[in-house]
């Protein structure tokens, strides 16, 4: 099946010459602010003839919503994208139906599908399909901001140099392959479960679905094998489980443990190359010679960093809505972090005698007014201007019985969270009072 994860459910679908690739992904937050704009980045560094080495095949990749978004919001229900395949040359396929390609999966699509598969550009194999994985990690990377998700170009052909590694394929008119390391900080802590579905599981999951994609490592990844145990193990400083080294990688037990999670993986050749090599022809019945004509990347790896960026955020999104740090609703701002509500002194003794609170704006919005710790100042200077005998409460999301969204507010363009209902005392943290003067 061409589908994957639990929370956030991912589905492929489409050809590499067939009128359009796509994606559907179930389980995206309702209310998150999504335009073609926000795909524009990662979507341009995925693209082939951009960088030197890189197919000459350039699409537009330009998202296309089928459903889940309404007035350039997401609404909570399957989000679907299509992207076009306009630039196609499926002649250069037709002369070669014959003789399955080494490296490619023609002869195990053939075997598998009984001849019914399209085999133009690799069919629904093809590494066109990554365009759908890489405008998917842009929204699940939308839905964890506070986490950064950086991958990058380790080697080429066995050189650091990028350029030197490019030129060895070149002077040997062949293709090559390479390392890609990737980097995710601001991760919280207990992220993944022991067995099946640990961290580094799923992530490998993900990435192998990556064509070419060959090995994965973390932390020290092999070196560990060559490692005493007193060399390997990562000491433990503090009470936040600071460590002195990270040769796990980020991930103990299946687990992240709040460093930064480390891995790389190794990218075969591209398998297309304009070498001769000797293959079964399937008609003739004998071994033929074969090279492969069309456009090819010299390096396939140069253009994997942003879907491997991709298909790590869709693993941690799905793992961060099974903890649920991610939470239906959308939300700027980590869900558990604490925010803020300006009121009178008055107010909240009463609130206190009630054991809730509840402002005005309930009554006659439906919701409490709040702000994130930044936002207090503005709060304070926009609508509070000479007013004494404030007080300022502190209120643990975490522990609120009223639902809670980060929404904006027409009159500044800001995100503010908003309580739909009473704030119950207990989640009021701390109350303090606030200088007349201002």
Known sequence: MNQFLQHLRVSIFGESHGPAVGITIDGVPAGMPLQVSDFVHDMERR???????????????????????????????????????ANTRSGDYEKQRSIPRPGHADWVAQQKFNGFEDFRGGGHFSGRLTACLVAAGVIA?????????????????????????????????????????????????????????S???????????????????????????????????????????????????????????????????????????????????????????????????????????????????????????????????????????NIFHVTTASSWQAAVLSGSYAAESLHTEGFIHCSTVDQVSGVLERYYQGVTGLVLLTIDTTKLTSPLRYETAASTGEYFPHVYGRINCNAVITTSAIPDVR
């Open 47 to 85: 693209k082939g003839g951009v960088q030197k080495g890189t197919t000459p095949r350039q699409e537009a990749d330009v998202p296309n919503f089928i459903s889940g978004l309404f007035n350039n919001t997401t609404t909570g229900a399957p989000l679907t994208m299509l992207f076009e395949n």
């Open 141 to 197: 990377k939308k839905m964890m901001p506070q986490i950064s998700i950086q991958a990058h170009i380790k080697s080429i052909a066995g050189c650091n140099d990028v350029e030197a590694g490019l030129q060895k394929a070149i002077t040997a008119k062949d293709a090559v392959g390479g390392i890609v390391e990737c980097v995710v900080t601001g991760i919280p802590i207990g992220l993944g479960e022991p067995f099946w579905n």
């Open 199 to 337: 961290i580094e599981s799923m992530i490998s999951h993900a990435v192998f679905a990556i064509p070419a994609v060959r090995g994965i490592e973390f932390g020290t990844g092999f070196a560990a094998a060559n490692m005493f145990a007193s060399e390997h193990n990562d000491v433990i400083t503090d009470a936040a489980g600071t460590t002195a080294t990270n040769h796990a990688g980020g991930i103990v037990g299946g687990i992240t443990n709040g460093n930064p999670i480390v891995f790389r993986i190794a990218v075969k050749p591209t398998s297309s190359t304009p070498k001769e090599q000797v293959t079964y022809n399937w008609v003739s019945g004998t071994q033929d010679t074969l090279s492969v004509k069309g456009r090819h990347d010299l390096c396939i790896a140069l253009r994997v960093p942003p879907v491997l960026e991709a298909v790590t955020a869709l693993v941690l999104a799905d793992a961060m809505l099974a903890m649920q740090h991610i939470k239906r609703m959308y939300s700027p701002v980590p869900i558990d972090a």
